[in-house]
């Protein structure tokens, strides 16, 4: 069974942290990501790390320069570090794993995703 666990979420003031973990088992992935949902909104790409010989770091426009991605590839943990945080990054943020085999591309492709974990930034 595949299982992907978030841990982290919380309620952060403007201008502050959080760190996101993402523990996965059961499967090896290739790749992990961060995604995002607001409400009302569709869900997003925030952030992914692509394992393949080293580790490759992609992220959205919006999130440039204030979030860093990490991770272990034999641990299959990924976390997500959020630094000078803005109310409009309030969501529920979703762990993701692409499995090791399948395509990594697009870069938003992934098989299995977490049950996700709410950040609220108040202003």
């Known amino acids: 069974q595949v299982q992907l666990v978030e841990s982290g979420g919380g309620l952060v003031q403007a201008g502050g942290s959080l760190r996101l973990s993402c523990a996965a088992s059961g499967r090896t992935f290739s790749k992990m990501g961060w995604f995002r949902q607001a409400p009302g909104k569709e869900r997003e790409f925030v952030a992914a790390i692509r394992w393949s010989g080293g580790s490759t770091t992609y992220y959205a426009d919006s999130v440039k320069d204030r979030f860093t991605i990490s991770g272990n590839n034999a641990e299959n943990t990924v976390d997500l570090q959020m630094s000078s945080l803005k109310p409009e990054d309030t969501a529920v943020y979703y762990c993701?794993?692409?499995?090791?085999?399948?395509?990594?591309?697009?870069?938003?492709?992934?098989?299995?995703w977490g049950q996700g974990t709410q950040v609220t930034v108040s202003s």
């Open positions: 993701a794993g692409r499995l090791v085999g399948r395509l990594p591309v697009p870069l938003t492709a992934f098989d299995y």
